[in-house]
């Protein structure tokens, strides 16, 4: 059992996990280990924790609806949310002022009325 352990540990020592540590949004590059978003002219935006987990679940899935309860639960901001909880709204709203040209006519993070928000890149 211990060699079996040994060799098992060794193996998965030398297996290195691909990660992707950034991601291209529009004109923005997200930096996942580091949590911002930095555009080309070199302005850098830090995000919340809530922030950059919800705008990566988006990001990962293009074009998929999501609902509020599906970004609240991936958020983790309370525990117990009710169907009318607007957290969500709030924290869409703040990152559209991030890395939206335009917030009040977003490109990137769109709402699709009584379903959701998807993301388009």
């Not at 639960?73 to 969500?88: I, L, N, P």
Request: hydrophobic share 35%; aromatic share 6%; with cysteine.
């Amino acid at each position: 059992m211990a060699r079996a352990r040994a060799v098992l540990r060794r193996r998965r020592d030398r297996i290195k996990p691909h990660t992707v540590s950034t991601m291209q949004i529009g004109d923005w590059t997200f930096d996942l280990q580091l949590r911002r978003i930095c555009n080309s002219d070199g302005l850098t935006v830090p995000l919340t924790q809530s922030e950059a987990t919800v705008l990566r679940f988006l990001a990962q899935s293009p074009g998929v609806v999501f609902s509020r309860e599906d970004i609240l639960a991936v958020a983790r901001t309370r525990q117990h949310a009710g169907k009318d909880d607007r957290a969500v709204d709030t924290l869409i709203k703040r990152l559209r002022r991030k890395i939206e040209v335009a917030p009040s006519n977003p490109t990137h993070i769109l709402t699709e009325w009584g379903k959701g928000y998807t993301f388009q890149n």
